[in-house]
């Protein structure tokens, strides 16, 4: 049995979860082998939702990952299964927290080959353009937040990123703030 739960994630990302998931037909088929599907699978509650969202994306789940033993895999009442609004807004997080490491990575990954003079400025702008993010990210923010990054003696998404957070998974549970680099 496929459970189907409809969630709201922030637009900007849509791009984003359609390249890096298993996304076929309009909606995510969560299969468990990605962190991103891990996260959902964590994310996912029994009860009824307090205070639905409009929904952008469908996710479809197989009941395995639900637990063998469990008496509510046999409950098959429409939104028996959902992600809280709170949850919605951790998976939105943790998934621009996956993208931004990635542009991050990239643009390290092209300063090892050091093509020409400008690499991290055509990276940022590639990065925009392939995930469609022109209208949600500041090329200057991106740009200040890696050299602050680059700079720390530890890798860290959190300087220039988000003001006095540590903007990292296992944070994200903790903190629900708006990204500063839009």
């Given amino acids: 049995m496929a459970y189907c739960i409809s969630i709201q994630v922030a637009p900007y990302l849509l791009t984003y979860i359609k390249e890096n998931t298993n996304f076929e037909n309009g909606s995510i088929k969560?299969?468990?082998?990605?962190?991103?599907?891990?996260?959902?699978?964590?994310?996912?509650?029994?009860?009824?939702?307090?205070?639905?969202?409009?929904?952008?994306?469908?996710?479809?789940?197989k009941d395995r990952y639900f637990g063998k033993n469990s008496k509510a895999i046999l409950d098959t009442r429409p939104g028996y299964r959902y992600m809280s609004v709170e949850n919605q807004n951790k998976l939105s997080d943790f998934i621009e927290y996956l993208m931004i490491k990635e542009l991050f990575d990239y643009i390290d990954g092209r300063s090892v080959s050091a093509e020409s003079h400008g690499y991290i400025k055509n990276s940022i702008n590639e990065f925009i353009l392939k995930y469609d993010l022109a209208d949600h990210f500041n090329y200057e923010r991106l740009k200040k937040a890696y050299y602050r990054r680059r700079k720390s003696p530890k890798p860290s998404l959190s300087k220039g990123l988000r003001k006095n957070v540590n903007f990292c998974p296992e944070n994200i549970a903790n903190n629900h703030h708006k990204p500063s680099y839009r």
């Fill in 30 to 61: 969560v299969k468990g082998d990605g962190v991103i599907d891990y996260f959902i699978i964590n994310a996912i509650e029994k009860g009824y939702p307090q205070n639905p969202r409009t929904p952008n994306l469908l996710l479809e789940l």
